[in-house]
């Protein structure tokens, strides 16, 4: 297997929340030195961006007003300690290199890690099923079943128990069809292809509506997040071949942009099997 690269860089830009006139800037951007090298199962691709008109979603999933914390990332600004209470300090701990939340009654040094995201990409009689979000962020805007992966439960257990909450679905997982990582706000996705059991789907409380979309019926612009339009992207390239892929990237927003404004994102590092 040959270790891969680095391909696909789409660069996303519109002017509005729900942009009645989308603009699209796309690029295929080589990166000289990649930061990631994958073996395995995982190929040198080079992939088009699409050409189709995009219309970037308008956050990334529950986001809670993220705190600028770093060069690189978003954290949260923690004043007291979650297991005794006291007052944080923020210092960079010896042999560490980031500041940290440290107790100053307990000493303990409060870690922020990513989160992982879980939701399933359901096909449905060349149809997937989207969820209408009910709730904030990105109220009222499409998205697929998807949310944070409990302690306790495999990614597919999550993704499985999100598409029975938000979409009142059964469903069994096909197969692995995605990892998007956020960095800027500390999310990874997870969204593996589904089958529902029975045809059957209705939305709870997290969704107002529930609809199987034809691949060309995708409300692309008024989807909630940028993982699902990239994902529908990347799943759109898979059926137009006539075989599903595994795609791994890294969605960055546009340096300068608020965290919470999907105004402006780009892939980057898109690889697959
Ligand atoms: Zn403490």
Redesign the pocket.
């Known amino acids: 297997m040959i270790v891969a690269r680095s391909v696909l860089s789409l660069y996303c830009r519109s002017l509005g929340r729900r942009p009645s006139s989308p603009t699209l800037i796309s690029s295929v951007q080589a990166v000289s030195s990649p930061k990631i090298r994958l073996s395995g199962a995982i190929r040198v691709s080079f992939v088009r961006s699409s050409s189709e008109s995009l219309s970037p979603p308008n956050r990334d999933s529950a986001g809670t007003a993220p705190i600028p914390g770093g060069s690189s990332g978003i954290v949260r600004r923690i004043s007291f300690?979650?297991?005794?209470?006291?007052k944080?300090k923020h210092e960079v701990p010896d042999g560490e290199e980031k500041m940290r939340a440290i107790?100053?009654?307990?000493?303990?040094i409060a870690y922020q890690n990513p989160k992982m995201v879980v939701g399933c990409l359901i096909e449905h009689e060349e149809k997937v099923l989207l969820c209408k979000r009910n709730i904030e962020p990105s109220f009222g805007l499409w998205t697929l079943p998807a949310g944070y992966m409990e302690i306790g439960e495999s990614a597919a257990e999550g993704a499985i128990r999100e598409t029975w909450e938000e979409a009142g679905a059964e469903v069994e997982v096909i197969s692995p069809f995605a990892q998007l990582d956020i960095p800027r706000i500390g999310q990874t996705y997870i969204i593996f292809l589904a089958r529902m059991q029975k045809p059957h789907f209705s939305p709870g409380p997290e969704s107002s509506d529930c609809q199987l979309f034809s691949l060309s019926d995708i409300p692309f612009d008024s989807l909630a997040f940028s993982s699902i339009f990239v994902t529908l992207k990347l799943y759109i390239e898979d059926v137009k071949i006539g075989r599903p892929r595994f795609h791994y990237g890294i969605i960055n927003k546009r340096p300068g942009s608020s965290p919470s404004d999907m105004r402006a994102f780009k892939l980057d590092n898109h690889l697959h099997s």
């Open positions: 300690c979650q297991w005794c209470g006291g944080t107790c100053t009654l307990c000493g303990k």
